[in-house]
């Protein structure tokens, strides 16, 4: 039946929360349990154009999950794509209805086949599972779920103890979904990396790695359970940004996933959110820009955020890469219209990665090579 695949695709792309995620196990499940006759097909089919045809599959769903969201950077009909998650995933969809229909219709002929055999083997066969296979299956359940206990018990926050408890550092990196420049994943590193700045409260921009091409990595829940820091991720993968993360040792109380207004360009992700330092709320601002060849979605971007930046009645820190060079256009309406101070104004090689701040008094800042 194609109910599990649709009802589980359906919520786990237009539902958000524990009810996505639910749709996601539906999915998920019904797939898993395809696999034995997707073997079985394999091994009774031409290996060499079997795997070859399937290899092609996969890698034109994984150039489709590129097109989607790089649109901006990519040749044929990259403007085509845009934003065209839900027609990939219905297709996806699609796919996998058409191949439990065809292993359906398989089994029902195999079954009028040996219907006499089966009867013969029927105890046989309910013996085997009831002392062979179930024991193994309970206990590949058990081991997965004292995993999830591990891990629960390992996710400690770190306590920043100072002597002056109103003081924290805030740090700015566009971390390329933690790959190196010689394209080898580096989560170790970087996490060592920011470990050592000794930073209270990091912006992550360019961390959406859940996509097929970039192996699907939670990237902010890893950093979260290796650095003990609390976290945020947003907007989610499905709503087409490269992803903007923050990571605080502080608790954060709340905060608020935006889409930029972007009608050329790619897709800008923003946080903004509360984070109570040591009793003292704090307010964030975590973005990431659009392109600079896109003069309008830049002009629309900086004023949505210096309107977020307006509205902020506590002292607030903005980290943002702001595709835009010191005393630009947008970089001037950000701070006036925003009431925002830059971190270091005399810095005038700096392109991308800004820091500004209000209500708060700069003790320094450093530029990390």
Known sequence: TALPILGGGLLLYYTDSFVGFAGGLILGLYVF?????????????????????????????????????????????????REKTGAVAVLVMLAIASLAFFIGRERGSSDKRNVLKRTESIGADRRFFAYGTRPVLILIVLLALSGFAVRYERLEYQKPLKEEPREFTAMIWTIHFCYDNKGWPSFERAAQLINNTGADVVGLL????????????????????????????????KKHTWGAALLSKYPIIKSEHHLLPSPEGELAPAISATVNISGHLTDFVIVHMGNDGDDLDRKLQAEALANILANFENPAVFLGYVTSQPFSRDYKHLVKTGNVKDIDSTDLKRWCQYIFYKKLIRFSSVKIN
């Open 33 to 81: 349990s395809l696999w034995p006759y997707i073997i079985q097909a394999v091994i009774g089919s031409p290996s060499a154009r079997t795997m070859t045809l399937a290899m092609f599959i996969y890698i034109v769903w994984v150039l489709a999950a590129v097109w989607v969201v790089a649109y901006n950077f990519v040749p044929f009909g990259g403007e085509l794509a």
């Open 206 to 237: 360019e961390t959406d790695a859940s996509r097929p091409f970039l192996h699907s990595h939670d990237l902010t829940m890893w950093l979260e359970e290796r650095l003990g820091m609390y976290a945020d991720f947003g907007p989610a993968t």
